[in-house]
């Protein structure tokens, strides 16, 4: 319903008004009246009015004197003027000013009636050309940034549209976060076909991308930005800028949770994150955006049982579960994901309940486990296997673990089978 207000300096012409006709036929509903010009102008300051109706003759602010107002303050309102003179001067200062009709007292139902009807279809029809304008703005600002984080645009045209993307795109460094959303809890009411699932994951990645550029538009209070969008792949994309790498560094993790959680709680989906490393120029947030998708391709871990929300430490916990047999420590992980490594590892604790060296070793030892009882290594073997150079020591971890030395724990284990 669109929004209706009455200004007239007699009640009873109010209240008339009001009966006139069947104002919700119309599309509209009578949201608001007034007895003068000023209070009419307090009014709109309070609340959203579509379409004002007003006398002409009113004491202290005529009804044109009022039009004039609203049309320097409020230019999208529709106003309408009706009086009791047949005076042609009012009839063109009204005109000048733009109203959508001038209505003689006793003002004439059918009258009235097509006016409504006039406004109306002028207010839908601005509505929808505003919303045209702005979705082909919103093509043309992710379409840019998709080619940007793609490599797909030269320097010179990249900053010919800067003002386009809502990131500096000359000075600072810059960091690429994905978000991917699968559809569990998201589907459409009785639609099961192929289509309609698209159609709802679609609307997902929309949702989700909604939420992560409200948060972002907050997310740096000076010297960063962040602005998120959907690639092609349909995943949602968190470009982040700050003009220096440890307020980049110190932000980014907090940013990716607070729209994971989000994304979560408001869309009952699941959601996966990746990040790509810190580059320090506009040309190559391709190489964050191409790792940040290489990261993708491995689903998240949890530890100990425990659901692991940071985006950095799924990460981190990811990664260690592909590369358990390199020469890992807290150090090294830290410079691979661009991170303090004090910080890096107290938020590993805080979300697994044990430190990084912990979950490491629990890591190499359960695969050490399933090497024991699924092949013919020997436990010496297996140790160089799972990252440990020292088979004494990986001994020493596994009896820790397991509880058991390796020997002992296939022989008992194969009783067990």
């Excluded at 809502?166 to 978000?179: N, P, R, Y």
């Excluded at 209070?221 to 968190?238: K, M, P």
Aim: net charge negative; aromatic share 10%; glycine share 8%.
């Amino acid at each position: 319903m669109y929004k209706v207000m009455l200004v007239d300096d007699e009640p009873f012409i109010l209240e008339g008004l009001r009966q006139i006709i069947q104002w919700g036929e119309y599309g509209v509903e009578i949201v608001a009246t007034a007895g003068d010009g000023f209070e009419a102008l307090a009014l709109l300051k309070t609340m959203e009015i579509h379409i004002v109706l007003t006398d002409i003759k009113m004491p202290d602010m005529t009804g044109i004197e009022l039009i004039s107002e609203i049309k320097k303050k409020y230019a999208k309102v529709k106003c309408i003027v009706f009086s009791g003179f047949d005076d042609f001067e009012y009839v063109k200062e009204a005109v000048k000013l733009g109203v959508e009709n001038y209505l003689l007292k006793p003002v004439d139902v059918d009258e009235l009636k097509s006016t409504m009807q006039s406004a109306v279809q002028k207010i839908e029809y601005e509505i929808s050309v505003k919303a045209d304008i702005e979705k082909a703005s919103e093509i043309l600002h992710e379409n840019l940034l998709i080619r940007w984080v793609s490599g797909d645009i030269g320097i010179e045209e990249l900053q010919e549209k800067a003002s386009y993307l809502g990131v500096d795109t000359l000075t600072g460094h810059f960091l690429v976060g994905l978000i991917k959303c699968l559809s569990h809890g998201y589907t459409i009411p009785n639609e099961k076909d192929y289509e309609a699932e698209n159609r709802a994951l679609y609307r997902l990645r929309v949702a989700a991308r909604e939420i992560s550029d409200g948060i972002c538009s907050e997310a740096f209070e000076r010297g960063g930005s962040c602005v998120a969008f959907c690639d092609y792949n349909g995943y949602v994309i968190l470009l982040f800028c700050a003009l220096q790498e440890e307020d980049l560094k110190s932000k980014y993790a907090d940013i990716l949770n607070e729209c994971i959680q989000k994304i979560k709680s408001e869309l009952a989906c699941d959601t996966f994150v990746a990040i790509g490393p810190v580059v320090g120029n506009c040309l190559s947030v391709r190489q964050s955006y191409n790792g940040a998708k290489k990261g993708l391709e491995s689903l998240p871990v949890s530890g100990l049982g425990k659901e692991i929300t940071n985006p950095l430490v799924k990460m981190v916990l990811t990664y260690v579960d592909s590369h358990y047999f390199e020469g890992l420590s807290l150090k090294i992980i830290s410079i691979h994901f661009n991170v303090n490594s004090s910080y890096l590892g107290k938020l590993i604790k805080s979300e697994t309940g044990e430190m990084f060296s912990q979950y490491l070793h629990r890591c190499r030892i359960k695969r050490a486990t399933e090497m024991l009882m699924n092949t013919r290594l020997s436990a010496n073997e297996i140790a160089k296997k799972v990252g440990y150079q020292s088979v004494n020591y990986f001994y020493n971890v596994f009896k820790k673990v397991t509880g058991e030395f390796p020997t002992q724990y296939k022989h008992s284990h194969a009783d067990q089978g």
